[in-house]
């Protein structure tokens, strides 16, 4: 057997989006950036398109996909539409916010995983907004990586984890965000849930609704679980490397020098640098450890470490959405 040839990565060109567009439009799937992470795009009213989405992560037919729009009219199309979703469309969009609402007919089963509703987002990345326009069609797209691992936030790390599996990557530079969209439950307006935190905090949408934003599904009482969302899975974006958390690091634990182990501080310790001691951001900002979160996850996977420590953070909003994912991936 031959093995594929890699994937074409290419640049954010009016030539290059008017032919990726065009893909997309015959039915081929192409791994976009985003301001979130990057996604694997397919036609979301074509279901054969989606299916090579599916395949090409080896993600399960039960976890559904988000489906990517350019506008209002499209939101239309695709879900049936409350007033609670045009007020956070109206205050959030385009950005990092994923609903749920009932679904359109159009929408094939393979994308929802067979579910009524659908979950829709408007991105503010500007070549994926481009792109979405020149194609003129819904975009399903789940994170552009094999199912399970790190999202990928560079057009290298979607190359490293399915260049083989795909043709065409459009490349618009590390992400801004870095982490996956807030994901709110508007299948009951007036009972909006969280089922995945994101950039986007429950405070913000809470004070944007004038109704509290609960988490997740009654009685799991567990925020980062959100059962009526098949494939909202504990274990997640998960390197190969055991992830071990840790309310506060210290520098002594460090000294033991085990090479099979990395640490990872927030901010830059103090002193001088030694092998096996990392940091998300050298000030330590908020947005800065988002944004290289699963970069670094990777980065240390790669170097062959068995053991990542790390600490966890403190405070809300964006700190609880790290949170959220490093819990996933240390979880078993
Ligand atoms: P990903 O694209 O990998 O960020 O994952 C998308 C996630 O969105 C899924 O794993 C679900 O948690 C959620 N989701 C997508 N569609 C639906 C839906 N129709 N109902 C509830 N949750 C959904
Ligand atoms: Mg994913």
């Known amino acids: 057997m031959t093995a594929k040839p890699s994937a074409r990565i290419y640049r954010g060109t009016l030539r290059n989006l008017r032919l990726l567009a065009r893909k997309l439009q015959q039915g081929e ?22 299916r090579k989405i599916f395949t090409a992560k080896g993600r ?15 939101l239309r199309e695709v879900a049936v539409v409350n007033a609670a979703a045009l007020q956070l469309a109206k205050k959030f969009w385009p950005g990092p916010l994923t609903l749920i609402l009932p679904k359109q007919e159009v929408v094939p089963a393979t994308v929802t995983a067979g579910l009524p509703s659908v979950a829709v987002r408007m991105p503010s990345d500007p070549l994926f907004r481009r792109l979405l326009k020149l ?16 999202s990928p936030t560079t057009a290298e790390h979607v190359h490293h984890g399915l260049g083989r599996r795909i043709d065409h990557i459009l490349d618009g530079g590390p992400t801004e965000i870095g982490l996956e969209s807030t994901i ?60 071990i958390l840790h309310r506060r690091l210290s520098l002594r634990q460090v000294a033991k020098g085990d090479p099979a182990e990395a640490w990872i501080f927030p901010k830059r310790p103090p002193g001088p640098a030694r092998p096996h001691l990392y940091w998300f951001d050298v000030a330590g900002t908020t947005p800065a450890i988002a944004k290289k979160l699963f970069a670094m996850l990777r980065q240390l996977d790669r170097a062959g470490y068995q053991r990542i420590h790390v600490e966890l953070m403190r405070g809300n909003g964006l700190a609880e959405a790290i949170n959220d994912r490093l819990r996933r991936a240390a979880a078993k």
Request: charged fraction near 15%.
């Open 135 to 150: 194609c003129g069609l819904p975009l399903a797209a789940p994170s552009a990586n094999p199912f399970g691992y790190v």
């Open 184 to 243: 709110v439950d508007l299948r009951r307006p007036s009972h909006p849930r969280l089922l995945r935190p994101g950039a986007i905090s429950v405070r913000e949408l809470s004070r944007a609704l004038g109704v509290t934003v609960r988490s997740g599904p009654k009685g799991t009482g567990n925020s980062t679980q959100a059962q009526i969302a098949p494939g909202s899975m504990q274990r997640h974006y998960s390197p190969h490397a055991r992830v």
């Open 29 to 50: 799937i192409v791994a976009v950036p985003s301001e979130t992470v990057y996604g694997l795009a397919g036609n979301a009213l074509d279901a054969r398109a989606c």
């Open 60 to 74: 399960p037919g039960t976890d559904p996909l988000i489906v990517h729009i350019h506008s209002l009219k499209q």
